[in-house]
Antibody, heavy 118, light 110 residues
Framework: QVQLQESGPGLVKPSETLFLTCTVS????????WSWIRQPPGKGLDWIGY???????NYNPSLKSRATISVDASRNQFSLRLSSVTAADTAVYYC????????????WGQGTPVTVSS | QSVLTQPPSVSAAPGQKVTISCSGS????????VSWYQQLPGTAPKLLIY???KRPSGIPDRFTGSKSGTSATLGITGLQTGDEADYYC???????????FGTGTKVTVL
């Protein structure tokens, strides 16, 4: 059974860049779509973007090009880079897997909390 | 602000049935598949329904999904205390430019 685990700093300063990694175990990163989703405290889910194992990407336009998702198939990992963070980027960040382009997100990581504060 | 609207909360007694609506438009639900996710308190979301009405392996048939036009519905029968959670619909929007989740519905078992 595939497992996903997010990792990265829990605290980031305003205007800096957030970098998170999702490590996939128990399955291959190939032929799947890998997404990042976030959830601000007490609020709903917000899709950030996805990467296909081959490297093609799709992002939420609301992030205005601040987000970049990359994949390292040799390490069975994919990553999120979010630049120029503000307090509004404070959230629990989840990574998730989909077997199809329409994003049936069938496996999720446990989530990692990120706070943006000086 | 999500383009998929759900009721903030629904409730029913154990053993009863609840339905959760997800209202959208032709640019999202009307032309795309709908998924449903369950988020138990303090945990990550879990896929309940995909492709409008299909259940992943391990999801009991107490959970059903349907879609009609620009709206989708999640039904939960035989309500259990363990079903108390937040439920979210999800679909592509705007010619596949972004994936959107619904506003979320809290289910309370009375």
């Amino acid at each position: 059974q595939v497992q996903l685990q997010e990792s990265g700093p829990g605290l980031v300063k305003p205007s800096e860049t957030l970098f998170l990694t999702c490590t996939v175990s128990g399955g291959s990163i190939s032929n799947k779509y890998w997404s990042w989703i976030r959830q601000p405290p007490g609020k709903g889910l917000d899709w950030i973007g996805y990467i296909y194992f081959s490297g093609s990407t799709n992002y939420n336009p609301s992030l205005k090009s601040r987000a970049t998702i990359s994949v390292d198939a040799s390490r069975n990992q994919f990553s999120l880079r979010l630049s120029s963070v503000t307090a509004a980027d404070t959230a629990v960040y989840y990574c998730a897997r989909s077997s199809s382009w329409y994003l049936n997100l069938d496996s999720w990581g446990q989530g990692t909390p990120v706070t943006v504060s000086s | 602000q999500s383009v998929l609207t759900q009721p903030p909360s629904v409730s029913a007694a154990p053993g009863q049935k609840v339905t959760i609506s997800c209202s959208g438009s032709s640019s999202n639900i009307g032309n795309n598949y709908v998924s449903w996710y369950q988020q138990l308190p303090g945990t990550a979301p879990k896929l309940l329904i995909y492709e409008n009405n299909k259940r992943p392996s391990g999801i009991p048939d107490r959970f059903t999904g349907s879609k009609s036009g620009t709206s989708a519905t999640l039904g939960i029968t035989g309500l259990q205390t363990g079903d108390e959670a937040d439920y979210y619909c999800g679909s592509w929007a705007g010619s596949l430019t972004t994936y959107v989740f619904g506003t979320g519905t809290k289910v309370t078992v009375l």
